[in-house]
């Protein structure tokens, strides 16, 4: 499979607890993207890397989420003290920069459930 | 804030029959165009994009960008029930260095056999 993966699929946690997310893109993929998604809505941008430099972070990263990409190729992304808000589908996607008509293609996304 | 606005519907659609999802978007400096389309508990599924004005054609889908009017939109002809699932419009603004996307809510499309 030469898609965009991501562990775990599905997490249950209980609230004040952390958690940890991976995503390993496309492999030639030099870009690559958080976003989360609660029912009912479309995906919300949450930060993007470009190999290993953290390029953009929506105010909805608060402080309490991090994201590293330290070699360039997977990403993951940590929750601290999580909070029921927090329960949502976070989807990683990637795409390859140079190419004009790239576009982002998503991961099959981890569903969180803080209970 | 950039925002894009779709039809949350349900819009139902015969079989056979063509559908039409709209979308609207407020940066004017938005530089390309994306439908996915989502099923139940799965990830977006690209379906196409486009970023000059007019019509682009793959197959059933036709995607359509009004630039003057911040309007997109996407034509799915000979609608099959297989097409049931929510269509979700995006937008980029690459050209100020922001990369993410930015959704809308979606439109759930039923297509009626």
């Known amino acids: 499979d030469t898609g965009v993966s991501q562990d775990p699929r599905h997490k249950i946690t209980k609230r004040g607890q952390n958690v940890t997310f991976r995503c390993d893109p ?4 030099n870009r690559l993207y958080w976003y989360r998604q609660t029912l009912g809505q479309g995906p919300e941008f949450l930060t993007y890397f470009q190999n290993e430099a953290q390029l953009e972070k929506s105010r909805l990263l608060s402080d309490r989420f991090s994201a590293e990409r330290p070699k360039g190729s997977f990403s993951t992304l940590e929750i601290q003290r999580t909070e029921q808000g927090d329960s949502a589908m976070y989807l990683c996607a990637s795409r390859f920069r140079e190419r004009v008509e790239e576009t982002q293609y998503f991961g099959p996304g981890t569903r969180l459930l803080v209970l | 804030q950039k925002e894009v606005e779709q039809n949350s519907g349900p819009l139902s ?29 799965k990830s977006p ?17 036709t995607a359509q960008l009004n630039k003057a009017s911040q309007y997109v939109s996407l034509l ?3 609608s099959q029930p297989s097409d049931s699932a929510t269509y979700l419009c995006a937008v980029n603004d690459s050209g100020g260095g922001a990369d993410g996307l930015t959704f809308g809510k979606g439109t759930h499309l039923i297509i009626q056999p």
Request: charged share 25%.
């Open chain 1, 26 to 29: 496309i492999s030639e993929h």
């Open chain 2, 13 to 41: 659609v015969p079989e056979g029959a063509i559908a039409s999802l709209n979308c609207t978007y407020s940066d004017r400096g938005s530089q390309s165009f994306f439908w996915y389309r989502q099923y139940s508990g």
């Open chain 2, 45 to 61: 599924e690209l379906i196409m994009f486009i970023y000059s004005n007019g019509d682009k054609e793959d197959g059933r889908f």
């Open chain 2, 76 to 78: 799915i002809r000979d």
